[in-house]
C-alpha cells in the first residue's frame, strides 16, 4: 500500500471516529452507557476475530494477552468517560474536549517518562485551557458534569495511546489491537451486569448506530494498527488532529447543534493549541520532502528551508 493511499484510509477513519459522538448519543437514548460499550465493541470482535481467526492462532501468546488487556482497560476507561459525558454534553463540545489529548500526551509523558516539556508545549496548555473554559463554563459559572467527563475521556487516551507506543514493538500490533476491543467489549458486558438492567436497544435507529460504531468506529482501532506500518505516526498523528472538527461538522448538521459565540472561540482556541503541538511534526514532514525531492542532507535542509 502507498503511503497516499494509507493517509487515505487513516482520513476514513478519524471521518468514522468524528462521527461516533453523535451516533454514541443516538445510541444512549436506548440503552445504557456499558451496555452500548459491551454492544459495540463485542460485535466489533467478533467481525475482527472472524477475518483474521488464523493470523490470532498463530501469533497469541500470554504477553499479547497482557498487553491486550491494559490497553483494552484503558480503552474501557476513555469510552465509559465519553459516553457518559455525551448524556449531558453536545457531540461538537465532547469531540474537541477530546481531542485535548494531543496536548495531556507530552505533559504525561513529561511526568512518567521525564522528557523534556518544551515552551511551545507550555503555550499550547495555557491556550488549551482558555479554550476549555470558553467551552465549558457557563453563566452563572458552572460547568456541565458531562465536559468534566470527556476531559477525563482525554486523559485517559493520552496514557493509552503512551502505552500502546510502548507495548506495540513488543508484541504482534493486529493481535494486540484486535484482542484490545475484546477485553473492552467484557468489561462493558460485566459491568453491564453489575451495574445496569440488561436490555436490547428498542428502536432501528438505535441499532443502525450501534453497527455503524461496531463496523466503522470500533474496528477502526485494528484498521489503524494494520495501516500503520505503511506511514509514518507523524503523518498519522496530524490526520486525527482533524477528529474534532468531523465532530462538529456531524454535530451542526444531524443533531442541529450549536456552539454559540463563546463555543466557537474555545474550539478555535482547542484547534490552536492542537495545532501548536504538532506545529514542528508538520515542518519536519516539509523538510523530509525538501530533502527526499532536492537529495538534500538534513543540515542543507535547515539551512535552505525557510518555515
Not at 463485542?42 to 483474521?52: D, E, K, P, R, S
Not at 481531542?99 to 503555550?123: C, E, N, Q, R, Y
Amino acid at each position: 500500500m502507498k503511503p497516499l493511499k494509507a493517509d487515505l484510509v487513516m482520513l476514513f477513519v478519524t471521518l468514522c471516529w468524528g462521527s461516533s459522538y453523535l451516533l454514541m448519543k443516538i445510541g444512549l437514548e436506548s440503552i445504557s452507557a456499558f451496555q452500548l460499550i459491551a454492544l459495540r465493541f463485542g460485535i466489533a470482535f467478533v467481525l475482527a476475530a472472524i477475518l483474521f481467526f488464523r493470523h490470532l492462532f498463530r501469533t497469541m501468546n500470554v504477553k499479547t494477552l497482557l498487553y491486550s488487556f491494559c490497553l483494552g482497560l484503558l480503552l474501557f476507561a476513555v469510552l465509559t468517560c465519553i459516553t457518559v459525558g455525551l448524556k449531558t454534553t453536545t457531540t461538537s463540545k465532547a469531540g474537541f474536549l477530546q481531542s485535548l489529548t494531543v496536548v495531556f500526551v507530552p505533559l504525561i509523558g513529561a511526568f512518567l517518562l521525564k522528557s523534556k516539556i518544551t515552551p511551545k508545549t507550555i503555550l499550547s496548555v495555557l491556550i488549551a485551557i482558555m479554550g476549555i473554559g470558553c467551552l465549558t463554563i457557563e453563566f452563572p459559572l458552572t460547568v456541565s458534569i458531562g465536559d468534566l467527563w470527556c476531559m477525563a475521556s482525554a486523559l485517559f487516551y493520552a496514557i493509552h495511546i503512551l502505552l500502546a507506543s510502548n507495548v506495540s514493538k513488543k508484541v504482534d500490533t493486529l493481535s494486540l489491537g484486535i484482542m484490545q476491543i475484546g477485553f473492552t467489549g467484557l468489561l462493558g458486558f460485566m459491568f453491564s451486569l453489575l451495574f445496569e438492567t440488561p436490555a436490547w436497544p428498542t428502536s432501528t435507529t438505535a441499532w443502525f448506530a450501534i453497527l455503524m460504531l461496531s463496523v466503522f468506529c470500533s474496528l477502526g482501532f485494528v484498521v489503524q494498527v494494520i495501516v500503520s506500518k505503511y506511514t509514518s505516526a507523524n503523518r498519522t498523528g496530524l490526520i486525527f488532529s482533524l477528529e474534532p472538527v468531523f465532530a462538529a461538522i456531524f454535530g451542526v448538521l444531524f443533531a442541529h447543534e450549536v456552539l454559540g459565540g463563546m463555543g466557537t472561540i474555545g474550539a478555535a482556541l482547542v484547534l490552536l493549541s492542537i495545532v501548536l503541538t504538532t506545529g514542528n511534526l508538520r515542518i519536519n514532514l516539509f523538510r523530509k520532502a525538501v530533502r527526499k525531492r532536492n537529495n538534500l542532507s538534513p543540515v542543507e535542509s535547515r539551512t535552505k528551508v525557510v518555515v
